[in-house]
Every structure is written in C-alpha cells, then in structure tokens.
C-alpha cells in the first residue's frame, strides 16, 4: 500500500509540474512532510521526500509548534548549497516567500545562520531564532524557464534548513512602478486596524496582511470596494483604518531608518464614513528640525481606494513618515495599509546559457546527477559541488569533476561548453569510444578518462594535442600506443606490411581451438568403437560391419558457440516575524518618487 501511496504522490507531483509549466504558479512546499496538506485558507502543501533527494527530515519540538506547516523541516548536512526548484515562463513575475522555524528540532538551543538564493541571486542572510518563525519574500521578474530557492552553509558545524516555501504568479502590472531587473524585498506589509491576517483565496496572490491594530482604529461603513488599481490590493484591507486623533495632530505610522537600502513604498487609503465632511491630508517625513511632505493632497474615496506610491525612497537621518490633515480638512488622516520594500541590485541572467543547456543534456542523461538544482554557477562561490566557474559576470563553466559517480553508457554531446579547461571523468563505466568532439574544445588542457570502459581508437585530435594532459589508462579495449585495435568484420588494418602477421596471429585462436578439441575427439570416438569393438567379441555377438564415422556415412560434428556481451547502462532583505509585527523600515539616502493611483465607488 505504500508503494501505492508513493506512486500517487509522484503522479500527483508530475501532474501538478505539467500545469505549472508556461502557467500560473501557485506552488506550496512543506518541507520535511511525507503526506499532503491543506491549511485553513484552502492552501494545499505538497511534500517534499519526492522533490529533493539530500537532506534529513526533522519535526520541532512540541513547544515550540506554530503551525503543521512550520512544524517539520528538512535539514542539510552536506553539498554547498541546496535547492528548491520549479518550471516557469521566462518574463512571469513571482512572489516566492520561504520560511524558517528552527524549534530547537536538534534539541542543542543553537539556532544556525545561513545563506539564502533565489535563481543565482543572494537573497538574504537567515538568523534564525530559538522561538519563532523567520519569513522572507521577494517579487521579481524570471529571467529563465525555471524558478529556485537555495539554502547555503556558512558556518561550520551550522547546517541550513528550511520549513515551508511558497511560489505564486503575480499579474505583471503589480508593483510594475518597480525595475523589471530588480527584486523587491518585503519589509513590511500590514493591514492597519485589522485584527486578523488576511491572505489567500481573500488575496488573489496570497500576499499576507499582517494585522496592526491599536488606538485609532476603526471600521469601515462601506461593505463594497472598487480596488481596480494595478496593485489589485484585497478589499479586506480597505474594511479597517487607523485614524488620527485629530486635524492638527499627526499621525505617525512608520519610522525609518538611514541605511544604504532603497526604498519602494505603497500606501493604500480608503474612506471610512459616508460623509459630506471633507478627509485631507499629506504625506510627511519628520525630524526634529523640519517636516516635508512627500505627498499632493490625499483625498480618499469612500468605497475606493487611492493608493501613493513612494520610489527609490531613501533618507540619509532618522526619519518619521507622517499624515498631517491640511488647514481646510474636516476630519482627521487616515491610513487602511501599507506595503514597504528594499529593492534588490540589479538581478543576473545566471549562468551563460550553452552551458546549461549541456549540463541539462548531463542530467537528463545521467539520474544521480538531476539531484543538483538551482544557477551551476551563481552566487559565488556556491556552485555546484562537480564544477568550477568562471568569475564573469555571465559565468562560464570551466571543470567538470565527474569521477566516481558510477556513471555509465555513453558521454552525451556536451560540445557547447567551449569553456571548458578540465573534464574529470576517471573511476566510471563509459563505454563506447571516446567522442571527438573533446578534442575541439578550445581552451580543454586536462582530460581524465581513466578506468572506465571506452573501446576503439583515441581520436588523433586528443593523441596529438602536446597541450593536453591526457589520461587513458584502465580503458581494456581502449587502442593506445602499442596495442592494436580489434577490427570489425570484413575491415582491414592501414599497414599492408603488418596485415598478414595480423590475420595470422588473430587466427591462430581459430585454428587451434577448432584443432585440438577435433583431434582429441577423433581419439575418443576410437577409443569408445574398440572398447565397444571388443565387448561384442567378448558376448559372441554378429554385427555388420560400420563403415562410416557417423550415420548415413557422414562424419559426427560439435559445434560450440561462446558470446561474451557488456551493455552499459547510462543509459538586502530584511525579514517579518509572525507574531511580532512592527511598522519600522530601515532605508537611507534623501530622494523619492512620488505616483499616483485612485478608484472610487
């Protein structure tokens, strides 16, 4: 039955990778689980013992349980990095979040530090905790037809890991003020006055709204929201707000730090009463000695929502962001949510293109080595375990360490990697004879293609080649210098003056294994006639007399065929704790854009 079981969810996955693939992804790994699940919110978690062949499954500790899905993990102890992946469509924007509850699973109270990637890129570094859980997410634009997240070690003895990760499309007109060539790190995003998260199917997107709520909130009148902004944020965002105490004091709804980060901002305001009263007010951002708004005018929509939107935000002093009602508003500011950003440096294209298309060929040819996901190359230093790359901005690969993976059949054509200064084959069972394509790749000045299996002759661009370190030896039916090559039927060798010697000496074994076994059979069917001969002489019996060696006076025959066959099988971000959200932003710097975008009823 679990064989069944087993069968099943492989389907499932194979089923589910087939609709993701030139699709919308909504993808949900629950990493360390064997059994599927589907949360509160309609979300189902696949897991992920058929998705990743390295790592250890862990489940943390029962005080410090936070959710099935955060509950398990999957740890790993060896290999540089190690990744998630899926299919996507180049050019579609994601939001992939991963998450991180260490709940002392290990029982030693020393929660590790780590690296974390996404497609070659660093993402962030992972601090985990003794309690709680660490969320990161990132928006961003694929550059390539797949999508991964990546844990690295760091540390000796702290080994990374990973609890929950989460893949979903998001409409290319969200966030689309952003660079395309950027990723946006979430700070912050939170529902002012809500006293509930608010997330998928409430969010098309699964954004999660983490509730602030305090003095000033209040709940809107309106029970229906027109939220066609290209933000498409959830009308439950709009349903709460927190309001000012009153026209001429200000509302402080987030602090910023100076750093080296830039900023991107969306504010999001939504009119709370069914009024004839005017609500106006600016955006501001205060320090003890000046206030300056950052906003025109603010007029929100009762049953709608105007949205600001701060680009490129940075602030070079500790500063307050603001609403300060103007001079002829009725009623006091009001803020329903917010969304803030750092915003990445400019994202890679990831390891140059040929290359991957023939470590792809290496994989797809070869199973143990599909284990390795994620950019070959990036980030630096992390790439995979059996190559080295170069240090260019679009990276080359320049090895390949191959030996002793118990690799077997054929070497596909990898020809496209022209980069190529060392191939490491050595301690394998390749068969066939060795390609020639490795003797034109440009730049390859070490080929180790000892103790396998290859026949036939060594392609005279390897043989001839004073600039390559060649190594052959353990290959039994490999030609090489002084030994012959077995011929086909019917071919013959170049040098007429060794043909003869050749043929005769290949013969030889013909002759004497067809020889010898006929001679000593001739002796034993005499043997057997005058034993029988006498016997028959012995008991007085008459017989005719046999003139032939066999019946019908042909002559007896063995005949004995041996085969012997060998097949080979080759076949900057910083991050959200739940349960403990804060309106603070770290950023630096002293410019902004400022944009516009409003609905109403």
């Not at 940075?314 to 917010?338: G, Q, Y």
Request: net charge negative; hydrophobic share 35%.
């Amino acid at each position: 039955m679990a064989k069944h079981l087993k069968l099943l969810a492989i389907l499932l996955l194979a089923l589910f990778t087939f609709s993701v693939s030139g699709a919308d992804v909504f993808w949900s790994v629950n990493c360390g689980a064997t059994d599927f699940y589907t949360d509160g919110n309609f979300i189902s978690w696949t897991p992920d013992d058929s998705l990743v062949s390295n790592g250890l499954s862990r489940v943390v500790q029962s005080s410090n349980s936070i959710s099935p899905v955060l509950d398990s993990l999957r740890v790993f102890t060896s290999r540089k990095k190690n990744c998630y992946s899926t299919p996507v469509t180049k050019g579609q924007k994601l939001l992939v979040r991963a998450s991180f509850n260490y709940g002392n699973y290990d029982r030693l109270s020393s929660p590790p530090a780590f690296d974390l990637h996404f497609d070659g890129n660093f993402w962030a570094t992972v601090e985990t905790t003794d309690s709680g859980a660490q969320v990161y997410e990132a928006t961003y634009v694929t550059k390539g037809d797949s999508a991964s997240v990546c844990v690295a070690q760091t540390n000796p003895g702290q080994f990374p890991f990973i609890s929950a990760l989460e893949f979903r499309s998001v409409d290319s007109e969200v966030y689309n003020l952003a660079d395309d060539n950027r990723a946006l790190f979430l700070i912050e995003r939170l529902s002012f006055g809500a006293s509930d998260t608010l997330r998928y199917p409430n969010d098309p997107y699964d954004r999660i709204w983490v509730p602030l709520s305090g003095p000033g909130a209040v709940t809107n009148e309106a029970i229906l929201f027109n939220t066609s902004i290209s933000d498409n944020p959830p009308s439950g965002i709009l349903a709460n707000a927190i309001v000012g105490a009153s026209t001429t004091s200000s509302l402080i709804f987030a602090t910023v730090q100076p750093s080296n980060d830039i900023l991107y901002i969306n504010m999001y305001f939504s009119e709370v009463l069914d009024t004839t009263e005017t609500r106006l007010f600016r955006v501001y951002e205060s320090s003890t000695s000046e206030n300056r708004p950052l906003t025109a005018t603010i007029s929100p929509a009762f049953g709608g929502v105007n949205e600001r939107i701060l680009t490129n935000y940075t602030t070079n002093s500790a500063m307050n962001l603001s609403l300060i009602a103007t001079a002829d508003s009725d009623l006091p500011p009001l803020i329903n949510a917010i969304e803030a950003f750092n915003i990445s440096d400019v994202l890679t294209d990831g390891t140059d293109s040929n290359d991957v298309a023939a470590l792809t060929l290496l994989q797809t040819t070869f199973d143990v080595l599909a284990q390795w996901s994620g950019d070959p190359c990036l980030p630096a230093p992390y790439s995979w375990d059996w190559l080295n790359c170069s240090n260019d901005a679009t990276p080359r690969v320049t090895s390949l360490h191959l030996d002793s993976f118990d690799l077997s059949g054929s070497l596909p054509d990898i020809s496209s990697m022209d980069a190529l200064e060392t191939i490491d084959l050595h301690n394998n069972s390749f068969t066939g004879t060795i390609p020639n394509y490795l003797g034109t790749l440009p730049k390859l000045k070490e080929l180790n293609l000892a103790n396998n299996m290859f026949s036939g002759p060594i392609p005279t661009s390897l043989s001839k080649n004073n600039k390559l370190k060649l190594t052959v030896t353990g290959n039994p039916s490999l030609c090489t210098s002084g030994k012959s090559c077995s011929s086909s039927p019917g071919s013959t060798e170049s040098s007429s003056g060794g043909t003869t010697s050749k043929k005769k000496s290949n013969n030889m074994p013909i002759i004497l294994g067809t020889t010898i076994p006929m001679f000593f059979l001739i002796w034993v069917v005499a043997g057997i006639f005058v034993i029988l001969h006498r016997k028959r002489r012995a008991n007085n019996f008459n017989m005719s007399t046999v003139t032939g060696d066999g019946a019908n006076g042909k002559p007896n025959g063995l005949h004995m065929v041996g085969e012997e066959m060998m097949n080979g099988v080759g076949g900057n971000a910083a991050q959200q704790t739940f349960g403990s959200p804060s309106p603070l932003l770290d950023t630096s710097g002293q410019t902004s854009d400022l944009h516009d975008q409003t609905t109403t009823h």
